[in-house]
C-alpha cells in the first residue's frame, strides 16, 4: 500500500478516535527511514492527503529504528518548550514499497555497466562510514558479533522467538490488541478490498524443534529467519499534548513522558544500544540501571534479533523476561523501522492500562551503531 494512502488512514483514525479538533492541532511530526520523493516530507505529505487544514505544517525525521521514538519525543519537546499545545506524531515505513536508485545516472557513465540500489539493502551496508569503522555486510554481522561476546547460542535464540511468536498469538486470541488496532482497506485489482486487521507473520506453532530446523544466514551463526524481526509495513501515529491543554482540548491522556536518552555504540555491535541508554538515562534521572528497571512493569525492547535481546539483558544485568516484551515484539510482530517506536509506545500504554496503570520503558537498538529509551507513566 502506498505511503500517502497508509499514513493518511491512521491519521484519520486518530483524529476521530481522539476527538480532537484538527484546528488545534500545532504540527505534525513523522517518522520514516526509508523516504523516497514519492512522498517528501512525510508528515506535510501525509496531513494534507488526509484532509487536514492546510495551515498544519508538518515535518519528517529519521533516526532509523529509534525514528518513531524520537517523533514521540521532539514533539513532546516542542509542547515543553511552549511552541505548540498538540502535536500529532507517528512513523511509517512501506518496506515492500522501497525503491532502487543509481547514484551514477545523472551525469551518465562513459562506459560500463549502470548498478541500480536496493535501499533497503544498501541503507544496512552503508549504516557507518567504512573508513573510520571497516566494512560492515548488515545488521545480520552485527548481531552476530553480540552472540559471540554475550555467549548466546543458537538454541537461546531460538527459544526466545517462539516465545515471542506465542506471546504475540495470545494477546491476539485474548484480544489485547484491539483497541490499538486500525483496520486498513486494501484495493485490490479485480475483487472487493480486502480488511487487513490483524497481523500476518505471528506463527503460533513456532517452537524450538520447528525453528531448529532453519539455515542460519551466515555459516556456523545463530541468525535466521525464525529468530530475526519481520520486514513490514506499517503505520502508526498518536497525539503529544501539553498538560495544561487536556481539558480545553476535551483530551484524556493514556501516559506521560518521564524521560528519555539517545546513545551511540560502535558500528559493529548495534544491536547493544540499549545498554548504553538506559545507563545515560538512568544518570539524568539520578538513579542505578538495575533501580531504573526494578521500578517498571513492564519494559518494550526491540526485537531485532533474538540474540540482541538476549545480549542487551545480559549488558543491563537484568533478566527479568516476564516483564520484557510480554505481547511480543519485532520477531512476531515484525520491525516497520520508522513506525516501530510509536508502535511499541502503543501496546505497552495500553498494556499498562489494563494492569490499572504503572511505568514502562520503551528502548530499542539503532542501526548505525545508537541506542535509545524513553519512560512513561500511565494513570
Known amino acids: 500500500m502506498p505511503v500517502e494512502d497508509l499514513g493518511a488512514g491512521i491519521i484519520n483514525a486518530v483524529v476521530e478516535r481522539s476527538g480532537i479538533d484538527p484546528e488545534?492541532?500545532?504540527?505534525?511530526?513523522?517518522?520514516?527511514?526509508?523516504?523516497?520523493?514519492?512522498?517528501?516530507?512525510?508528515?506535510?505529505?501525509?496531513?494534507?492527503?488526509?484532509?487536514?487544514?492546510?495551515?498544519?505544517?508538518?515535518?519528517q525525521l529519521d533516526r532509523r529504528c529509534g525514528g518513531g521514538l524520537q517523533a514521540i519525543v521532539t514533539?513532546?519537546?516542542?509542547?515543553?518548550?511552549?511552541?505548540?499545545?498538540?502535536?500529532?506524531?507517528?512513523?511509517?515505513?512501506?518496506?515492500?514499497r522501497i525503491e532502487y536508485y543509481s547514484t551514477s545516472n545523472r551525469w551518465g557513465s562513459r562506459a560500463g555497466n549502470s548498478v541500480l540500489y536496493d535501499r533497503l539493502?544498501?541503507?544496512?551496508?552503508?549504516?557507518?562510514?567504512?573508513?573510520?569503522?571497516?566494512?560492515?555486510?548488515?545488521?545480520i554481522e552485527t548481531a552476530e558479533n553480540l552472540?559471540?561476546?554475550?555467549?548466546?547460542?543458537?538454541?537461546?535464540?531460538?527459544?526466545?522467538?517462539?516465545?515471542?511468536?506465542?506471546?504475540?498469538?495470545?494477546?491476539?486470541?485474548?484480544?489485547?490488541?484491539?483497541d490499538e488496532v486500525v483496520p486498513v482497506t486494501v484495493p485490490q485489482?479485480?475483487?472487493?478490498?480486502?480488511?487487513?486487521?490483524?497481523?500476518?507473520?505471528?506463527?503460533?506453532?513456532?517452537?524450538?524443534?520447528?525453528?531448529?530446523?532453519l539455515r542460519t544466514v551466515s555459516p556456523g551463526g545463530t541468525v535466521t529467519a525464525g529468530n530475526a524481526s519481520q520486514q513490514n509495513d506499517a503505520a502508526a501515529a498518536c497525539i503529544i499534548v501539553a498538560?495544561?491543554?487536556?481539558?480545553?482540548l476535551g483530551l484524556e491522556p493514556l501516559g506521560f513522558l518521564t524521560g528519555w536518552a539517545a546513545a551511540g555504540c560502535d558500528p559493529a555491535?548495534?544491536?547493544?544500544?540499549?545498554?548504553?541508554a538506559v545507563q545515560r538515562l538512568a544518570a539524568r534521572t539520578g538513579v542505578s540501571v538495575h533501580e531504573l528497571l526494578d521500578a517498571l512493569d513492564v519494559v518494550?525492547?526491540?526485537?531485532?534479533?533474538?540474540?540482541?535481546?538476549?545480549?542487551?539483558?545480559?549488558?543491563?544485568?537484568?533478566?527479568?523476561?516476564?516483564?520484557?516484551?510480554?505481547?511480543?515484539?519485532?520477531?512476531?510482530?515484525g520491525h516497520p523501522i520508522g513506525a516501530t517506536g510509536v508502535r511499541m509506545v502503543t501496546t505497552m500504554l495500553h498494556e499498562l492500562h489494563r494492569r490499572g496503570g504503572g511505568k514502562g520503558l520503551a528502548t530499542m537498538c539503532i542501526g548505525g551503531g545508537q541506542g535509545m529509551a524513553a519512560t512513561f507513566e500511565a494513570v
Open 24 to 59: 488545534r492541532l500545532d504540527d505534525v511530526v513523522f517518522a520514516q527511514s526509508y523516504a523516497n520523493s514519492e512522498v517528501p516530507c512525510v508528515g506535510r505529505w501525509l496531513a494534507l492527503n488526509a484532509g487536514l487544514p492546510i495551515a498544519l505544517p508538518g515535518m
Open 75 to 96: 514533539a513532546a519537546m516542542m509542547v515543553q518548550t511552549g511552541a505548540a499545545d498538540a502535536v500529532l506524531t507517528g512513523g511509517i515505513e512501506s518496506m515492500s
Open 121 to 139: 539493502d544498501r541503507g544496512r551496508e552503508r549504516s557507518q562510514p567504512e573508513h573510520r569503522f571497516g566494512k560492515i555486510s548488515g545488521m
Open 147 to 178: 552472540a559471540k561476546d554475550y555467549g548466546v547460542s543458537r538454541e537461546a535464540a531460538d527459544a526466545y522467538a517462539a516465545r515471542s511468536h506465542q506471546r504475540a498469538h495470545a494477546a491476539w486470541e485474548a484480544g489485547k490488541f484491539d
Open 189 to 213: 485489482r479485480k475483487g472487493d478490498p480486502i480488511v487487513f486487521a490483524r497481523d500476518e507473520g505471528i506463527r503460533p506453532g513456532s517452537t524450538v524443534e520447528t525453528l531448529s530446523k
Open 243 to 248: 498538560e495544561d491543554k487536556l481539558d480545553e
Open 269 to 276: 555491535r548495534m544491536g547493544i544500544g540499549p545498554v548504553p
Open 300 to 333: 518494550e525492547l526491540n526485537e531485532a534479533f533474538a540474540v540482541q535481546v538476549l545480549a542487551v539483558l545480559e549488558g543491563w544485568d537484568w533478566r527479568d523476561e516476564e516483564r520484557v516484551n510480554v505481547n511480543g515484539s519485532g520477531i512476531s510482530l
